[in-house]
C-alpha cells in the first residue's frame, strides 16, 4: 500500500508541473517539494480550471469529509472570487423540496458577504433563511459568504440556478445537469390518480434538475426523461410513498412520418342530396411530393371561376386535414398539392361541402401517390474515454448508426467525441448499450436530424402495429 501511495503521489506531481515550471524544476533536479507549496498549486490551479481534484470517502460513515472540508477551506476559490467570475452572482441554488404546511424549500449557498430574511435575490426578497435540515429548521438571521441554508417562502427561485440580485445568470457548463437519456411513458395505475400524478411529477421534477416531464402532444402521453433504470425506479418510489401514486411505465414510441413519391392526379366530387339544400363540390387537384423538410405547400391555378374564389380556402382547409393520417397510418409531411379546375353549384355548394372534397381528393391522391414510411433520424454526440472509442463503432453500426466523425473533447483530455446518425428506436436502449461499452462512463445527447425513408420487413412491420393502434381507438 505505501508503494502504491508513493506511485500515486508522483503520478500527481507531474500531472500538477504541466502548469507549474517551478515544481517541473524541482522533479528534474529529484528534489521533494515542499507540502505547503504544492497545496498552493493545486489551489491555484483548480481558480484557473486547470485541475480538478477528486476525493475518496463516505457521507455515511463520515470517512474522507474532513479533508474535503479543508480543501473547501483552504484550496477553493474564496466565495468573493467565485461572485466576480461568475458576473455577480449572490447566490448558488442546488435542491429544493416541498414540505406539507411549509411550502417550498431552496437550499442555496451564498456568495454575497452577508444574505438575509428579506434579501434581494433573483429579482425578488427572499422570505427568510432556515437551517438546512432538520424536521422544524431553525431560523437564522443571515448567512455569511460561503454558508449555506434553506430558503423559504421564496418560489421565484428554482433548484440548479445562479441568481444575482436582479435575476437568473446564465450557468457555465459544468453547473448545469444532465440532459435526459432515457424516455420512458408514464401513467397512472388508477385513472383518478392522473391529476395528482401530474401534479406530484412536476413537484418532483423542480426538485431534481436532470428530470424531464413533457406531454407529448402527438399521442397525449405523459414522457418521462431520466438518466437510466435506476433513476426511474426512484421517481416511481417517491410517487408510490410520498404522493400515493402507484405508476406504470413504456418505451416511448418514435414518431415516425409518411410521405409520397410520386405526382397523382385527382378527380373528386362530394355530392349529397337529402331534401332541401344539398351539398355539392367538385375539385380536380395535383398530388406530388415536395423535397424532404419544405413541409406542405397549397397553391391553386383556377381559371373561369370554375372554382369561385371563396371556396378556395375551404380547399386548403380539407387538403390540410387530409394530412393528419395518410394512408399508412400515420401524419404526412412534404407534399405539394395545387387546385387546378372543378366545378360549384349555386345552391348546394358550400364552403363545408369544399372542404370534404379538399380532404377526400387529397386522402385518395396519398393513396395512389406510393405512400412511404419515415423514421426519424437524430444526431447523437458521444462523449467517452479514449481507450473506449473503439467500442463505440461496432455498438452504434449493430443499431443501424452512422458514424460522422471524431474529435478530441475540448478542454477534457482522454475525452473524445463521437458523431454519428442514429435511427430514433434506437434511442430505447442506447444508453444501457452504452454504459456496457464504456464502463458506465458515457453519456450522449441527441437531437433531431431529420426524416429517413424505411422500407422492408421492419417497415410493414411498424404499419401494422399502427393500423392495430388505429382500430383500438
Given at each position: ?100 404546511h411549509v411550502g417550498k424549500f431552496v437550499w442555496l449557498r451564498s456568495f454575497a458577504d452577508e444574505l438575509s430574511s428579506g434579501a434581494t435575490v433573483g ?152 331534401g332541401g339544400a344539398g351539398q355539392f363540390a367538385d375539385v380536380k387537384l395535383t398530388v406530388g411530393p415536395a423535397k424532404r423538410g419544405d413541409g406542405f ?177
Open positions: 500500500l505505501q508503494d502504491r501511495k508513493a506511485e500515486g503521489l508522483e503520478e500527481l506531481l507531474e500531472t500538477l508541473s504541466e502548469h507549474d515550471d517551478w515544481l517541473l524544476e524541482e522533479i528534474i533536479e529529484d528534489r521533494t517539494p515542499a507540502t505547503g507549496a504544492v497545496y498552493g498549486i493545486c489551489a491555484r490551479t483548480l481558480a484557473e480550471n486547470l485541475t480538478v481534484p477528486a476525493f475518496f470517502g463516505s457521507a455515511a460513515t463520515g470517512n474522507g469529509i474532513r479533508r474535503l472540508m479543508k480543501a473547501l477551506r483552504h484550496e477553493a476559490p474564496q466565495p468573493g472570487d467565485t461572485s466576480s467570475r461568475l458576473n455577480g452572482a449572490v447566490a448558488s441554488t442546488f435542491m429544493s423540496r416541498t414540505r406539507k429579482g425578488n426578497s427572499i422570505g427568510g433563511v432556515v437551517e438546512p435540515f432538520g424536521e422544524r429548521p431553525a431560523a437564522k438571521a443571515s448567512i455569511d459568504a460561503g454558508g449555506v441554508a434553506a430558503a423559504v417562502k421564496s418560489d421565484h427561485l428554482n433548484a440548479g440556478c445562479l441568481y444575482s440580485e436582479t435575476g437568473q445568470i446564465d450557468s457555465p457548463e459544468w453547473y448545469k445537469a444532465f440532459p435526459a437519456l432515457w424516455n420512458r411513458t408514464i401513467s397512472a395505475v388508477n385513472d383518478r390518480d392522473d391529476v395528482k400524478l401530474s401534479e406530484a411529477l412536476q413537484q418532483i421534477a423542480a426538485e431534481d434538475r436532470s428530470l424531464t416531464v413533457i406531454l407529448d402532444q402527438e399521442s397525449g402521453q405523459v414522457i418521462l426523461g431520466t438518466q437510466g433504470s435506476q433513476h426511474l425506479r426512484r421517481v416511481q418510489q417517491t410517487l408510490s410513498d410520498v404522493f400515493g401514486v402507484e405508476t406504470d411505465t413504456g418505451p416511448f414510441v418514435a414518431h415516425y412520418r409518411e410521405t409520397i413519391t410520386r405526382n397523382t392526379d385527382i378527380h373528386f366530387r362530394h355530392k349529397k342530396q337529402s405547400a397549397f397553391s391553386e391555378k383556377i381559371h373561369g371561376g370554375s372554382v369561385p374564389r371563396n371556396y378556395i380556402p375551404a380547399v386548403r382547409l380539407g387538403a390540410e386535414e387530409a394530412m393528419a393520417r395518410g394512408p399508412l397510418g400515420f401524419p404526412v409531411i412534404d407534399v405539394l398539392v395545387q387546385l387546378y379546375d372543378g366545378q360549384h353549384h349555386s345552391v348546394d355548394s358550400s364552403d363545408m361541402a369544399f372542404r370534404i372534397a379538399g380532404r377526400g381528393g387529397v386522402s385518395e391522391g396519398l393513396s395512389k401517390a406510393q405512400p412511404v414510411l419515415l423514421e426519424p433520424i437524430f444526431e447523437v454526440r458521444f462523449r467517452a474515454p479514449s481507450v473506449f472509442t473503439g467500442a463505440l463503432n461496432p455498438m452504434i453500426s449493430s443499431m443501424r448508426g452512422q458514424i460522422l466523425g471524431f474529435d478530441r473533447e475540448a478542454g477534457a483530455e482522454g475525452w473524445d467525441v463521437v458523431r454519428a446518425l442514429m435511427p430514433g428506436t434506437s434511442l430505447e436502449g442506447l444508453i444501457n448499450n452504452l454504459r456496457s461499452a464504456t464502463q458506465g462512463l458515457g453519456r450522449y445527447e441527441a437531437d433531431f436530424a431529420h426524416f429517413q425513408e424505411l422500407y422492408g420487413r421492419e417497415a410493414d412491420e411498424i404499419v401494422e402495429r399502427r393500423a392495430e393502434e388505429n382500430a383500438r381507438r
